[in-house]
């Protein structure tokens, strides 16, 4: 063995653990967690992601801060040293917390999906079609329930989905996962 295969080959048995867990990372950022958000609709993921998952990774992060505080005061003689630590701790809690969010939120809404709780929940919504510039028809989906219309990819092509495209009330079946998100029922994320 030459001198540069033998120092690639330590530099990969040492670096090992590192460089899997970055390839794995990388993988699941460019596969898994783009593909999770479209068995959902939009307006769903962003209220569970400002209202239970960052309130609850901000809880967690203060959580195991008090954890680490009290362990650095019991372990560490100088008050002004542990409160330092964790202190120092809480700044790495909260990167590392907020730069896996996306890989939090998408690992939740895929075992949400794994696991329902609820199903054939209805959600009606009113369909319209109208022309473009160029005689194209293109379908406008009226929420009645906020009162605005959505043009969220998943409902659409949900709508799409049932076949015969009427103009009116649709029914749309929507599931509730272990989490309590809703996503559309029998959907082909394809």
Known sequence: ????????????????????????LL???????PSQET?????????????ILQPGLLGFCILLF????VLRIINVK?????????????IFLVMITFIFERLALSGILFVNRLV????????????????DSAG???MLVFDPVSNEYSEDEVLIKNIRQQGVLPKGLV???????????EHPHKIDAK
């Open 27 to 33: 993988l699941l950022s460019i596969f898994f967690i």
């Open 136 to 138: 194209i028809k293109h």
């Open 1 to 24: 063995m030459s001198l540069v295969s033998m120092k690639i080959r330590s530099f990969f048995l040492k670096y090992s653990g590192r460089i899997i867990t970055c390839v794995v």
């Open 116 to 131: 329902t709780t609820d199903r054939d929940i209805e959600k009606q919504y009113v369909v319209k079609f109208s022309d």
């Open 39 to 51: 068995y959902y609709l939009r307006d769903t993921v962003k209220h569970f992601e400002r209202h």
């Open 171 to 181: 029914t749309v079946l929507f599931d509730k996962g272990i989490f309590g998100i």
């Open 66 to 69: 008090l954890i680490i505080a």
């Open 78 to 90: 100088p008050l002004k040293d542990a409160l330092f630590g964790a202190f120092t701790s809480l």
